[in-house]
């Protein structure tokens, strides 16, 4: 049954039966729905283009610089400490980008487990403020907690939670505007988003990461979790992102049965809300 007409894939094998009807030819036809199947393939065979194509860049603008060292620039000494800091930039660029797709295919090899630690989220986002204080601190942004005493603790992989809070609060000082706050509020609730993975859960913990940057249109919000996905992609790779943060918290957030919800105002900043469920 085709509830949409929507464009479909359908594979088809048509056999004749081997006993025959009176009077006439009996056969089997055997429809299977591979829309789904040619998605998947066609949604690997894209990533691994686009993932080339990222590592391409970099390598492809190193290979240009040492052949500028090795030539035309060879004696110019002024030039070369400029030349390396670029090459230094790049092969950054190519390292975070192979640890990220590195997460990535770990993630996605545990996906189907169930994680089974209990963690303390107040802790993490204490551990990822430290973390980014230095980051923050050039750019003059404040990064402010709120939280209630006694938050009980989820049910998570610290690791992977620990990341979802990293990204999220590395993005928030990224795209945020300077001289600004970047607040994290931690909260028990049961007012939460309509979604799948809700329907017997009660409550959950709410942590959102609240910033005061430019703000995301509307239009780009269902797409922002896609990999390699960026709204202005020039502006993303001269502040060091890969395309690849929010791709790798949706994915963790799918093992954690978690759900996350993007509110932005253009002009005056985003907040991503991330509910990871409580157990009663
Ligand atoms: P990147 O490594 O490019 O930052 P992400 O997957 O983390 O990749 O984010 C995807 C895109 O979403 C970014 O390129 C950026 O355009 C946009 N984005 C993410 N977080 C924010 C934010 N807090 N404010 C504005 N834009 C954001």
Not at 58 to 65: D, H, K, R, Y
Not at 162 to 191: F, P
Not at 222 to 237: G, H, I, N
Not at 246 to 254: G, M, S
Request: with cysteine; charged share 25%; glycine share 6%.
């Amino acid at each position: 049954h085709i509830a949409e007409p929507e464009p479909r894939d359908i594979h088809a094998i048509i056999e004749r039966f081997p006993i025959a009807s009176k009077g006439g030819m009996a056969v089997i036809i055997t429809l299977t729905d591979i829309t789904q199947l040619k998605r998947i393939q066609k949604m690997r065979a894209d990533f691994v283009a686009n993932a080339s194509h990222e590592i391409r860049t970099p390598l492809t603008s190193i290979a240009g610089l040492i052949e500028l060292l090795q030539g035309p620039a060879k004696d110019d000494k002024e030039a070369h400490p400029k030349f390396l800091g670029m090459m230094a930039e790049q092969s950054e660029r190519m390292k975070n980008l192979i640890t990220d797709l590195l997460s990535l295919s770990k993630i996605e090899m545990n996906a189907h487990t169930v994680p089974t630690g209990a963690v303390d989220i107040l802790r993490v986002v204490k551990q990822e403020k430290v973390h980014f204080e230095w980051a923050a601190k050039q750019k003059n942004v404040t990064i402010n907690i709120e939280a209630a005493d006694n938050l009980p603790k989820i049910r998570g992989e610290e690791n992977e939670v620990k990341q979802v809070l990293h990204n999220l609060i590395g993005n928030a000082i990224k795209y945020g505007n300077a001289d600004s706050e970047v607040l994290v509020t931690c909260r028990v609730t049961s007012d939460l988003p309509r979604d799948p993975n809700f329907v017997k859960i009660k409550r959950a913990m709410q942590v959102t990461v609240r910033d005061e940057g430019e703000g995301i249109p509307k239009e780009h919000l269902p797409r922002l979790t896609e990999r390699f996905y960026r709204v202005d992609s020039a502006r993303a790779r001269k502040v060091g992102g890969t395309g690849l943060g929010l791709a790798i918290v949706k994915h963790i957030l799918q093992r954690h049965r978690a759900v996350m919800r993007i509110e932005s105002v253009v002009g005056e900043g985003s907040s991503f809300h991330v509910y990871l469920p409580l157990n009663e």
